[in-house]
């Protein structure tokens, strides 16, 4: 069993992969579920002591972290969790839509019927989680409809590509799902998609999925600006740095 110390869980070394790998994967998913949040300063020997391992492995994740984004380093400061400014969430979110775009138009030439029927099944859950308004189920099951997308589209780099920019949002899908009324969009978004796939027409497959990224970072935007407003009446200005 793990054992908690402080904010984090001991490494289980319960299959093959190398520790350094275990503590980066374990590190980078605190990060993305917010247990580490934006802003916390990395120390290494705190680390290695809730993890249970030594400093080594901790120091070789935390600069993968920061090629990766998720960490910034401070000089005679050390390494902190990075946050998202407005500025890289455009960034992102326009890299993220020209991928989404290719991805389902080409899904939509090369999806089986047996993909199209497993995307209905996961339609049935998203529904089931929108009635409940269970943004953590929502999300769970949204994962799994887009990677059964990316897999249709049959190109392991595309696939790559789109893993990484979603983990780099992936702290604020929580964040635009808890905000009125968007779990209900976004599940007609979807089926708009799902539609596209089925008449197998990659143009308009292409057009939702356009959509859905555009709808998805306004909600967001605006979110983060409100938040930061709340936080700060003078923050407007700032957050877009």
Known sequence: MEKTRGKLTTIKLENYQP???LVFEKLREAIISGALPEGERLMEV??????GVSRTPIREAIRRLELEGFVVMMPRKGAYVSGFTLKDIINVFEIREALDELACSLAAVRISDDQLEYLERLMVELTEATENENSEEWIRV???FHDAIYKACNNDRLMQMIGNIMEQIQRYRQMSLNDKGRMPQALEEHRALVNALWDRDAKE???RASMHINNAEARIIALM???AEEDNPEAGQNIEE
Request: charged residues 40%; without cysteine.
């Open 19 to 21: 520790l350094r790998e």
């Open 46 to 51: 705190q680390l290695a002591e809730e993890l």
């Open 142 to 144: 949204d994962t799994l």
């Open 205 to 207: 497959a292409q057009l």
């Open 225 to 227: 600006r409100k938040n």
